[in-house]
């Protein structure tokens, strides 16, 4: 069965700050999907990247950057120079490739930017 | 561009009651997904449809059916509710599954059972 551990439940900077959110999965697919989603306080889930278990290049874009190491199975997410709008709840999340394969989330990690 | 719309946005309900709640996939995505989060939860999947068949099912109660139409919309029915239904409820789409494309949320309906 697959499961996503998010172990920071909440982790609190100061604007400007480098912070890297922590993510670490479990499945028996040698071929599987990760995602991270952006949950604001208004709610929606917003979509930021999908990496597959083939593709381990670190991906930047923008102040995010992701470190995918598939040795450790972790998928960490790292925002670069924090603002106060990244302030959200950010979900990790699992899918693997058998079939119509649905999302397993991470509990999340809420992330509150102060100014 | 067009993204996943649900409505309503907020429904308020009482005990025992019924509702419906309602999702628009993004045009031409054939798979549609509903999950529930409750509060401080992460979103928890209830089932899924891929070209108006079923395709998975999570932990949708017997109370709840769903179905998507033959435009891809989709709808959640939600029966004898409970004061435990009042969570968001999530609808995302995707093109041929999540595995090979990444699946869209909508804004959510947050629905309150009284």
């Known amino acids: 069965a697959q499961k996503v551990t998010q172990a920071q439940t909440e982790i609190s900077v100061v604007e400007k700050e480098d912070v890297t959110l922590d993510c670490v999965y479990e499945?028996?697919?040698?071929?599987?999907?990760l995602f991270w989603y952006k949950q604001p306080p208004s709610g929606e889930l917003v979509f930021l990247i999908r990496?597959?278990?083939?593709?381990?290049q670190n991906e930047i874009s923008g102040r995010y950057s992701w470190n995918f190491q598939k040795s450790t199975s972790s998928f960490n997410f790292t925002i670069t120079a924090s603002q106060v709008v990244d302030s959200a709840v950010y979900f990790c999340?699992?899918?693997?490739?058998?079939?119509?394969?649905?999302?397993?989330f991470g509990k999340g990690t809420m992330l509150l930017v102060s100014p | 561009a067009a993204g996943v719309i649900q409505s309503p946005r907020h429904l308020i309900k009482e005990k025992r009651e019924t509702a419906t709640l309602k999702c628009y996939p993004i045009?031409?995505?054939?798979?549609v997904y509903w999950y529930q989060q409750g509060p401080g939860q992460d979103p928890q999947f209830l089932i899924s449809?891929?070209?108006?068949?079923?395709?998975d099912k999570g932990s949708i109660p017997d109370r709840f059916s769903a179905q998507q139409f033959s435009d891809y919309h989709s709808e959640l029915n939600m029966s004898s509710l409970e004061l435990g239904d009042s969570a968001l409820y999530f609808c995302?789409?995707?093109?041929?599954?999540?595995?090979?494309?990444?699946?869209?949320f909508g804004q959510g309906t947050r629905l309150t059972v009284v």
């Open positions: 995302a789409s995707s093109l041929g599954g999540t595995g090979r494309t990444e699946a869209f």
């Open positions: 499945t028996r697919d040698t071929t599987y999907y």
């Open positions: 990496r597959n278990s083939f593709d381990e």
């Open positions: 999340a699992l899918t693997e490739n058998s079939g119509y394969s649905t999302l397993t």
């Open positions: 045009p031409r995505h054939d798979t």
């Open positions: 449809f891929y070209e108006k068949m079923q395709s």
